[in-house]
């Protein structure tokens, strides 16, 4: 079981950065993949960015060269570092820890999200 909790969200400019903090709790934090997601209203959910246990990334296109997904697994937190945001990056952004056990369990957790608002 992993617990998550995100900080860090608001109200910001367009233009502007906003550093997303999520700390994990409650099991081995290095074994998992994680992620950041969102969701719009009225949108699906979707994945922003992730971070394997060994620290390789991935981004969806529509923040790649803006966002920065980054963990310390001594402090077992990941951040999604936001730069650059723009009006249709606002949505709710969940924090996610994914694994898949040895005998094919997905493991998946999520914390109640944050929200981030671009606007003037």
């Known amino acids: 079981q992993v617990q998550l909790v995100e900080s860090g969200g608001g109200l910001v400019q367009p233009g502007g950065s906003l550093r997303l903090s999520c700390a994990a709790s409650g099991s081995i934090f290095s074994i998992y993949a994680m992620g950041w997601y969102r969701q719009a209203p009225g949108k699906q959910r979707e994945l922003v960015a992730a971070?394997?246990?060994?620290?390789?990334?991935n981004y969806a296109d529509s923040v790649w060269g803006r966002f920065t997904i980054s963990r310390d697994n001594a402090k077992n937190m990941v951040c999604l570092q936001m730069n650059s945001l723009k009006p249709e990056d606002t949505a709710v952004y969940y924090c996610?820890?994914?694994?898949?056990?040895?005998?094919?369990?997905?493991?998946?957790?999520w914390g109640q999200g944050t929200q981030v608002t671009v606007s003037s």
């Open positions: 971070i394997t246990s060994g620290g390789s990334t």
């Open positions: 996610n820890a994914h694994r898949r056990s040895i005998d094919n369990t997905v493991y998946d957790y």
